[in-house]
């Protein structure tokens, strides 16, 4: 009844493409459902990036939905992207894995109100039935990636990660976005260095990165 109310003071539209009545209407729900882009890689990829698996490519519907969730909140979101994260990592074909996410900052946690990328692996983790671990935890404060080059993020990140935990499970490195690279080439570092085996990694979207 409340939930009822609430819409019709403050009507719901959906957060891929604006339709009213949905959080997220079947149309974009579907998008969610598809069959995952597959292996991708930026250009120039960087030294040091594993393998890569996308469930779709960085614009559009599904662009908005995870800006929607990561920035606005939206965490009636967090099943249906974390869905399609599990795409990707089934798409990956690893076998029996640990799901890690790349940490945001405790600032950007605390601004947010919630950690997007432990919220995604969770969800990703329930659907594919394998363990969501917090294995990586920032070492250092970087400055804000918006803007920079390739060389500038790969700069920016080295040595700005650090692992934990006993080695087990072959670990995959869950994100919401791939641009650059440079964040999951730390990743792996970081989680070599405390002798955890990477089998790869799974992004719910790749951005289309060309040489310039």
């Known amino acids: 009844m409340l939930a009822a109310l609430l819409d019709l003071v403050l009507p719901r539209t959906c957060c891929g493409c604006d339709l009213t009545g949905f959080l997220l209407c079947p149309s974009c729900r ?6 995952p882009l597959g292996r991708v890689c930026p250009t120039p990829c960087p030294e040091g990036l594993p393998r890569v698996v996308a469930f779709s490519s960085y614009d559009g ?29 089934r798409r990956a074909d690893l076998g029996a894995v640990v799901l890690c996410p790349v940490p945001s900052s405790r600032a950007a946690v605390r601004q947010r109100g919630h950690d997007h990328a432990m919220r995604l ?46 080695p087990h499970l072959p670990v995959v490195v869950v994100d919401d976005v791939m641009t650059t690279g440079a964040t999951l080439v730390e990743a792996v570092r970081a989680l070599a260095a405390q002798g955890h085996p990477v089998a790869g990694a799974a992004v719910v979207a790749a951005t289309k990165r060309r040489v310039r």
């Open 121 to 166: 692996a969770r969800a990703a983790a329930r659907h594919l039935g394998v363990p969501a671990e917090r294995l990586l935890c920032p070492a250092r404060a970087v400055a804000d990636q918006a803007g920079l080059t390739t060389r500038e993020r790969a700069a920016n990140l080295a040595g700005a990660l650090r692992a934990t935990g006993t």
């Open 61 to 89: 519907e599904v662009k908005r939905l995870l800006l929607a969730h990561k920035e606005k909140g939206q965490l009636g979101l967090t099943r249906p992207l974390g869905w399609a994260l599990a795409a990707a990592v």
């Open 30 to 35: 579907g998008l969610l459902d598809a069959e």
